[in-house]
């Protein structure tokens, strides 16, 4: 039987599949806030001289980006709740898998963006009295933060598709939210195309966005 393409079906779908974006996007902007602090955090740890401060970073870091997210996920929601005895709502539980997973990687860009600064800018800090913490709060910082946007950014796109595996532990997501359209209308190729779109269409906002920003830190650097 040929195959009959019916758009009226994605259109329909939009208003149900808008509520999973809304909880993609949710979970995406919660858990990259709290990501960003952890990797933040993390990175800082990891250029640190203390070696045992270092160490506990990098036992993270590498945990981390040396496991599935999947797996981290069922683990947080199915196998830590059996040890701890505690149930974790599937939204928190996804915040927290968003915000865990994107530390790590954000760690490392913050790590690298900050020994990308010369070393003599901290030099020169401390000449001027400055202590090691102000110098990097009022020098080093700023100067690595336009340099962390573009990976940063590309992280935020990374965090936002992989929203869609939370959709094992039952979070209602955008993929899952177009999951439970096609098993009431079996029409997976309008929905699951509508579903691509819509992610598409949030990638690229997202790009957008961060490139506007880059470019106005730029001109901003130059005045």
């Given at each position: 039987?040929?195959?009959?393409?019916?758009?009226?079906?994605?259109?329909?779908?939009?208003?149900?599949?808008?509520?999973?974006?809304?909880?993609?996007i949710i979970i995406t902007v919660g858990g990259l806030f709290f990501g960003f602090l952890l990797g933040a955090i993390a990175g800082l740890m990891k250029l640190s001289r203390n070696m045992f401060v270092r160490r506990i970073a990098?036992?993270?870091?590498?945990?981390?980006?040396?496991?599935?997210?999947?797996?981290?996920?069922?683990?947080?929601?199915?196998?830590?709740?059996?040890?701890?005895?505690i149930r974790i709502p599937?939204?928190?539980a996804g915040i927290v898998i968003i915000a865990?997973?994107?530390?790590?990687?954000i760690a490392e860009i913050v790590r690298g963006a900050v020994q990308s600064i010369n070393?003599?800018?901290?030099?020169?800090?401390?000449?001027?009295?400055?202590?090691?913490?102000?110098?990097?709060?009022?020098?080093?910082?700023?100067?690595?933060?336009?340099?962390?946007?573009?990976?940063?950014?590309n992280q935020f796109i990374i965090s936002l598709k992989d929203t869609s595996l939370l959709m094992i532990i039952g979070v209602g997501e955008l993929l899952r939210t177009g999951d439970e359209i096609v098993a009431v209308n079996?029409?997976?190729?309008e929905v699951y195309l509508t579903v691509g779109i819509m992610y598409l269409c949030m990638t690229m906002s997202i790009a957008k966005a961060l490139g506007m920003l880059e470019k106005r830190l730029h001109l901003k650097s130059q005045r």
């Open positions: 039987m040929a195959f009959d393409f019916e758009p009226s079906v994605m259109i329909d779908s939009i208003p149900t599949l808008l509520v999973g974006a809304k909880m993609t990098g036992v993270y870091v590498e945990t981390i980006r040396g496991t599935p997210m999947l797996v981290q996920a069922m683990f947080l929601y199915f196998g830590l709740p059996m040890a701890i005895g599937a939204v928190v865990v997973n994107s530390g790590a990687y070393v003599g800018q901290m030099e020169a800090g401390r000449t001027i009295g400055l202590t090691r913490g102000q110098t990097m709060r009022y020098i080093i910082w700023p100067q690595a933060f336009k340099r962390m946007i573009p990976p940063l950014g079996f029409r997976a190729f």
